[in-house]
T-cell receptor, first 115, second 112 residues
């Protein structure tokens, strides 16, 4: 199984600022996913980030607000731009595993509080 | 709704008892998966059951799937305090490789 780390683990930010979250995997993976989980809620997929192509965003999420980079097969970043208190959530990255990549392994998450 | 719905939302039991959680859904699926999340941390994959399977076991976990009723259940036998977590079902609808649809989860509390 893949080991995934995220930085930062938590942060408190002021509204209007931006935060970049890093996701590092200990092995090469094709498929990476970024989720948002608001308190007590389920996971909402923000986008799928496959290396070598533009990220695919889900309905309700746009690149200007959540730009994603995927420079190689072990690393990705998600930026939360122009933050508001509504962006306070846990942000999780995950990677597809298996052949086909049916299951997902998750990072520990980034807890974001926007004041 | 594209995601599963877990029932109950919360479950509280004593150590040694069995815990049963259910997931109902409305769409066709390729497979259904269960994940565990401890205290807002990352999710851990527990088990995957395919649409042509009816039951799977993994250690103290037993998962059933009834595609005619569009429902699945997760049974944890002989629960331990360490099983305290949120449990999510995730649907693989087979439309996009790797794309999963997560439910809201069941919060399980196991008291020592």
């Amino acid at each position: 199984s893949a080991v995934i780390s995220q930085k930062p683990s938590r942060d408190i930010c002021q509204r209007g600022t931006s935060l970049t979250i890093q996701c590092q995997v200990d092995s090469q993976v094709t498929m990476m996913f970024w989720y948002r989980q608001q308190p007590g809620q389920s996971l909402t997929l923000i986008a799928t980030a496959n290396q070598g192509s533009e990220a695919t965003y889900e309905s309700g999420f746009v690149i200007d607000k959540f730009p994603i980079s995927r420079p190689n097969l072990t690393f990705s970043t998600l930026t939360v731009s122009n933050m508001s208190p509504e962006d306070s959530s846990i942000y999780l990255c995950s990677v597809g595993q298996g052949s086909p990549a049916e299951t997902q392994y998750f990072g520990p998450g980034t807890r974001l509080l926007v004041l | 709704s594209q995601q599963g719905e877990e029932d109950p939302q919360a479950l509280s039991i004593q150590e040694g008892e069995n815990a049963t959680m259910n997931c109902s859904y409305k769409t066709s699926i390729n497979n259904l998966q269960w994940y565990r999340q401890n205290s807002g941390r990352g999710l851990v994959h527990l088990i995957l059951i395919r649409s042509n399977e009816r039951e799977k076991h993994s250690g103290r976990l037993r998962v059933t799937l009834d595609t005619s009723k569009k429902s699945s259940s997760l049974l944890i036998t002989a629960s331990r305090a360490a099983d305290t977590a949120s449990y999510f079902c995730a649907l693989d609808r087979g439309s996009t490789l790797g794309r999963l649809y997560f439910g809201r989860g069941t919060q399980l509390t196991v008291w020592p």
